[in-house]
């Protein structure tokens, strides 16, 4: 029996893109010796990419055109089509064509050659301004310093995963995901191909800073309890430092010294006291609210329609 090749592309109002996309990815797997099927999801576009969508599908029977709801966000549609996905081995790609379908044949050569996880990995990042790119390489080493991950660096969300590895981040059922960590959490042999990121075809990034803010805070909470850690050593260190100033403010005072006055000394504790209580019940808070959201088992997602309303497979 042939392998077969999956390709999930998440998208969300990329009219504009689509038919490029699909005329180079048809391009990039069309000469592999593998049976393929391409999983689109659209995460609640509203510029008629759902309409497109839905006609590749009747065109193409390897085609499957998934559409969410609303827009649950760029990692739980990834999540939809990875839970679809049939093949031997999956590629995540965005539907923007900054990454290169034609990337894919090498991602297919390394996962032959025993990689369960195969990442791209940005060598060049062309159309980005100076900020992203440097904020971007701060955060990745940033999150590996701050975990136990070996995240790799530089790498987005654009990478192959072989089924186990499909399977173990299925079974992973965290509303708040952040999957270039999973990816990696799972384990198994990984490697890298490297490649030069193009600028984006058409449309605009759907990826702001507050959305990268966001899958950062993401990425910290859910792998790194560092947050937590941070707020302890601060406090230690407070009361450390308090627990010294105390006596040489009490000899100061003794010796005269002027400005020490009672009001001072206890205004300047409230505020310092204050100020720690408030920054250790926000990221308590942050956690606390995390907890809340998991235990209501929500699902991750609603599907609208499915061009094929076969079940996913159990990802138990």
């Known amino acids: 029996m042939r392998e077969v090749l999956s390709v999930v592309v998440p998208l969300h109002n990329e009219r504009e893109v689509l038919g490029e996309f699909h005329r180079r990815l048809i391009g990039a797997v069309g000469d592999l010796d593998v049976d393929v099927e391409i999983i689109y999801v659209d995460d609640g576009s509203a510029d008629g990419t759902t309409s497109l969508l839905s006609t590749l599908a009747a065109d193409d029977h390897r085609i499957r055109a998934v559409s969410l709801s609303r827009n649950f966000g760029h990692q739980l549609a990834v999540t939809a089509g990875l839970e679809r996905a049939r093949g031997d081995a999956v590629v995540i790609i965005d539907g923007d064509l900054q990454d290169p379908p034609e990337l894919i044949p090498q991602l297919l050569d390394r996962y032959r050659n ?6 791209a990995v940005r060598m060049s990042r062309d159309g980005e301004t100076i900020l992203k790119r440097k904020t971007a390489a701060s955060f990745y080493r940033a999150i590996r310093k701050a975990t136990d991950l070996d995240i790799q660096l530089d790498a987005g969300d654009y990478r192959l995963l072989g089924r186990r ?3 173990a981040i299925c079974a992973m059922p965290e509303q708040f995901r952040f999957l270039r960590g999973m990816a990696v959490w799972v384990g198994f042999r990984q490697s890298v191909v490297p490649y030069d990121r193009d600028r984006r075809f058409a449309g605009t ?3 702001p800073v507050s959305r990268m803010a966001k899958l950062a805070s993401t990425a910290f909470t859910s792998f790194s309890f560092v947050p937590l850690q941070i707020v302890s ?3 230690f260190a407070l009361s450390a430092l308090s627990v010294v100033s105390i006596p040489i403010v009490i000899a100061l005072r003794l010796a005269g010294v002027k400005g020490l006055g009672g009001q001072t000394t206890v205004l300047l504790a409230v505020l310092l006291l204050g100020g720690i209580q408030l920054l250790s019940l ?3 808070g942050e956690y606390v609210g995390r907890i809340a959201i998991e235990v209501k088992h929500r699902p991750l997602y609603v599907v609208a329609s499915d061009s094929d309303d076969r079940p996913p ?3 138990g």
């Open 114 to 119: 025993g990689s369960e996880v195969v990442h």
């Open 165 to 167: 590895a499909v399977d």
């Open 205 to 207: 990034s759907k990826y």
């Open 233 to 235: 050593l601060l406090g």
């Open 282 to 284: 926000g990221v308590i």
């Open 313 to 315: 497979p159990s990802s």
